[in-house]
């Protein structure tokens, strides 16, 4: 299964900045992110990355509470519709998604979604099923 | 030594006989004390013999003596003897006005080192013990009090003062240190130290009791500090102007803090009417000391609030149990009309693992209101990356305040080691109110 990074994280300038410095200190890549604020002034910064257990070891020692959060990534068609299949499959299902983004991978390969999903085994056995392309954790590492 | 008890026949002594043994301490304190300018000046005006002491009880006919009377008389007006026979002073920070200064002949550091080797024997530590002393030395009577009492005990001490974690550590493991003691405050800030290090101190280190105190804290501070190191935390209570440690320590019960009678008269008191307070119920600590000639002092207003626990404690000592320390009653605060005590807001951030250990209570003026604003850390260890948790970790620290102290706090959840860290005593409690 594939992990995504989740930093606790204060809605104050400076403090993307420092995380990006700890990770590119530690030789972890960014592929994509997104940042979920609340109205109480703090957020949580979600992260995939090519190295998800070092991210999380090097945010930790640089003070920032971090976790690993399970995540089902999907290719899919980079044309109109793929995503409102993806998301109808799941909600069928009564699958909850806390959280997804997304990034167009180069030139015709198509684009990938992140999804935080509850119950990510069971999303990713469903989605399977029904035709959808998932990415393995090393795949999607190495994108 | 290898019993039970430090000192057997006066910690178990007959409560009847511990009485008889007070009221003679009592009158030899009295006659003592009115050698002082001012405690002489003070009960000659009111005509006052030490024979006519009979019982303890008849404390309550002194009058009360505070901090102010303390500053007042800075800084030899409560001297029995002349300067040059003391060996030691210990005095307060004093940010406003005069300090508070407690001078110490040989037998007062004698005496008070022993009630410190007795409350560290009470507690379980003995002389085959490393004994480190995580606090500042100095001024504060954490510091040489700690250290005099674990050498009368025997026990191998570190002196190895206030912070720098790493080498705490590092001393710990290269000495086998297998009891500390530290503020309450401070232990945490360690404990992530050893996270960092990769360590455990149940793991890594000979730790098997910690000493805290100097600053109240609740029992689910205890819970949580024992968890964390997974050893015995023991709580103790002492005040500089009654020496500092050593006045009253928890016993392996670890339900309530004897406080030594046979050095202390202990009163509760009522602290608007004055009135004696029946067992159990709260009210303002009153210290009488009967073992200290170069600056006695009688019927002290501590300000601490706490309670006398009924009944005999299984341990088999006989000196009474007070409860831990609920605040001070000038550590109140009073905002949107409610008495809120720092201490009721951390037993709630306690009990929720979610939130680290330090904490701040901000009071401040936002357009004609009071706001009661709580930023609160949250602990690395316990975040998951899921956001509804987190709020819901806010929702309930609010309705569990508003609950408690009847005033809804606005709550900030701050990144890990987000509040300042003071070197001493933490600062639990920031007035930016506007004062009318």
Not at chain 1, 117 to 129: F, I, Q
């Amino acid at each position: 299964m594939a992990h995504q990074v989740s930093v606790f994280m204060e809605n104050k300038p400076g403090r993307l900045e420092r995380i990006t410095e700890i990770l590119s200190g530690g030789g972890v890549n960014i592929r994509a992110m997104t940042l979920a604020t609340s109205s109480g002034g703090w957020g949580v910064l979600n992260l995939l990355v090519d190295r998800p257990q070092q991210a999380k070891d090097a945010l930790t020692a640089g003070g920032f509470a971090a976790a690993l959060r399970e995540i089902v990534v999907v290719q899919m068609p980079d044309a109109p519709g793929s995503l409102g299949r993806i998301v109808g499959l799941l909600a069928k299902s009564g699958l909850n998604i806390e959280n997804a983004y997304g990034t167009v991978l180069r030139e015709g390969q198509g684009a990938i979604l992140v999804i935080d999903v509850d119950r990510t085994a069971e999303a990713g056995t469903l989605l399977r099923t029904s035709g959808v392309t998932t990415l393995e954790d090393d795949a999607v590492y190495r994108l | 030594m290898s019993g039970a008890y430090w000192q057997p026949e006066i910690e178990t002594m007959a409560p009847a006989a511990l009485r008889e043994l007070q009221a003679a301490r009592l009158r030899e304190t009295i006659a003592r004390a009115m050698q002082s300018p001012f405690y002489g000046e003070c009960y000659g005006r009111l005509g006052l013999a030490p024979e006519s002491i009979r019982t303890v009880d008849d404390v309550r006919r002194l009058p009360f003596t505070t901090k102010e009377d303390l500053r007042g008389h800075y800084p030899y007006g409560f001297l029995t003897v002349p300067p040059q026979e003391t060996v030691r002073l210990h005095c307060s920070s004093g940010t406003t006005g005069n300090p508070t200064v407690i001078f110490h002949d040989r037998h007062d550091l004698d005496s008070w080192a022993n009630l410190v080797a007795r409350s560290m024997y009470c507690a379980g530590v003995r002389d085959s013990d490393v004994f480190q002393n995580i606090c500042g030395y100095g001024l504060f009577t954490g510091g040489l009090g700690f250290q005099y009492g674990a050498e009368k005990l025997g026990a191998l001490t570190i002196p190895a003062g206030a912070g720098n974690s790493r080498r705490q550590i590092k001393l710990m493991q290269d000495f086998g240190t297998s009891a500390i003691h530290a503020i309450p405050s401070y232990l945490p800030r360690l404990f992530d130290e050893f996270q960092a290090l990769g360590l455990h101190p149940a793991e890594d280190t000979k730790l098997r009791i910690i000493l805290t105190g100097a600053e109240p804290h609740s029992e689910e501070t205890r819970q949580r500090l024992q968890e964390m190191f997974r050893c015995k935390v023991f709580n103790s209570f002492g005040l500089s102007e009654m020496n500092g440690p050593g006045v009253a320590f928890e016993c392996d019960c670890r339900n309530g803090l004897h406080l030594w009678e046979d050095c202390f008269i202990l009163e509760i008191v009522d602290p608007e009417t004055l009135e004696p307070m029946p067992d159990g119920e709260r009210g303002e600590l009153v210290l009488t000391t009967l073992d200290r000639r170069a600056m006695p002092i009688l019927r002290y207003r501590t300000r601490d609030l706490t309670s006398i626990l009924p009944g005999p404690c299984p341990c088999g000592r006989t000196h009474r149990r007070i409860d831990r320390i609920t605040g001070r009653s000038d550590d109140m605060f009073i905002v949107k009309g409610c008495n809120v005590f720092p201490i009721q807001v951390e037993k709630i951030l306690m009990k929720i693992p979610e939130i680290g250990s330090d904490w701040l209570i901000v009071l401040d003026t936002v357009g004609d209101n009071d706001e009661l604003l709580l930023k609160v850390e949250i602990s690395p260890a316990h975040f998951t990356g899921d956001m509804e948790a987190l709020e819901r970790v806010r929702r309930r620290i609010i309705h569990e305040v508003r609950d408690e102290v009847l005033v809804s706090p606005h709550v900030q959840l701050l990144e890990p080691g987000a509040l300042p860290k003071s070197e001493g005593k933490a600062q639990r409690v920031q007035d930016l109110r506007k004062k009318s």
